[in-house]
């Protein structure tokens, strides 16, 4: 199946700072996710990326399918910012296989 | 987006007992999907639930340790079997949502489960 993996696995900021989040997959794929993970657990959506560009106020992401790689970038970031990052990925359309979820980045803060 | 409400939140359950947890979603989906989160882990599907048909189970998990119903287009069940310590995890139910074909996937609350 297809393989996933994301870096780092950890990543310590101060407020402010900038950051780039990577997943790299192991094969061809026609879905891609990055979700965030608070700190109590609540599992959110950020993008729905399977190719190209795409900004969301201060998150923005890059799919380059061809390489099968994928970054998330946070600008000036935040405490909230907190928690764990995780990108998946899948092959849906005809013969669909589940969303394959990346082992994250646990992203911490500080003020 | 869905709204996807899931109980319990969180259990404290005995080992060799079942727990059974429900989730609600706003509007009808055709597929909802379970998956478990060990403590400090990834995500890992445990099954596909279909309204009218047997839940689809990934490898590794099986019907009768995680059964799993799909009455109708809003609302699924996961039940989980005979506990053991090595069920404690979070459960979470998700749905397949977006602006115009179903791409993204939301997830409810979660259940965080412990077993003694």
């Known amino acids: 199946g297809i393989q996933v993996e994301q870096s780092p696995p950890d990543l310590i900021l101060q407020e402010g700072a900038n950051s780039t989040l990577r997943c790299n997959f192991s094969?061809?794929?026609?879905?891609l996710q990055w979700f965030h993970q608070n700190p109590w657990g609540q599992l959110i959506n950020l993008f729905y990326?399977?190719?190209?560009?795409k900004q969301n106020g201060r998150l923005s992401a890059t799919t380059v399918a061809t390489e099968r790689y994928s970054l998330l970038y946070i600008s000036s970031s935040q405490t909230t910012d907190s928690g764990v990052y995780f990108c998946?990925?899948?092959?849906w359309g005809s013969g669909n296989t589940p969303l394959v979820f990346g082992k994250g980045t646990r992203l911490s803060v500080i003020a | 987006s869905a709204v996807i409400s899931q109980k319990p939140s969180r259990d404290i359950c005995q080992r060799g007992t079942s727990l059974t947890i429900q989730c609600q979603v706003d509007?009808?989906?055709?597929?909802m999907f379970w998956y478990r989160q060990q403590p400090g882990q990834s995500l890992t599907l445990i099954a596909t639930?279909?309204?009218?048909?047997?839940?689809?189970?990934e490898s590794g998990f099986v019907i009768d340790k995680f059964p799993i119903s799909r009455p109708n287009l809003t609302f699924s069940t996961l039940t989980v079997s005979n506990m053991s310590p090595e069920d404690s995890s979070i459960y979470l139910c998700?749905?397949?949502?977006?602006?115009?074909?179903?791409?993204?996937?939301?997830f409810g609350s979660g259940t965080q489960l412990s077993v003694l």
């Open positions: 998700s749905v397949l949502g977006g602006s115009w074909a179903n791409e993204k996937l939301f």
């Open positions: 509007s009808q989906v055709t597929m």
């Open positions: 639930a279909n309204q009218g048909s047997e839940a689809t189970y």
């Open positions: 094969d061809s794929v026609n879905n």
């Open positions: 990326i399977p190719s190209g560009t």
């Open positions: 998946a990925v899948a092959v």
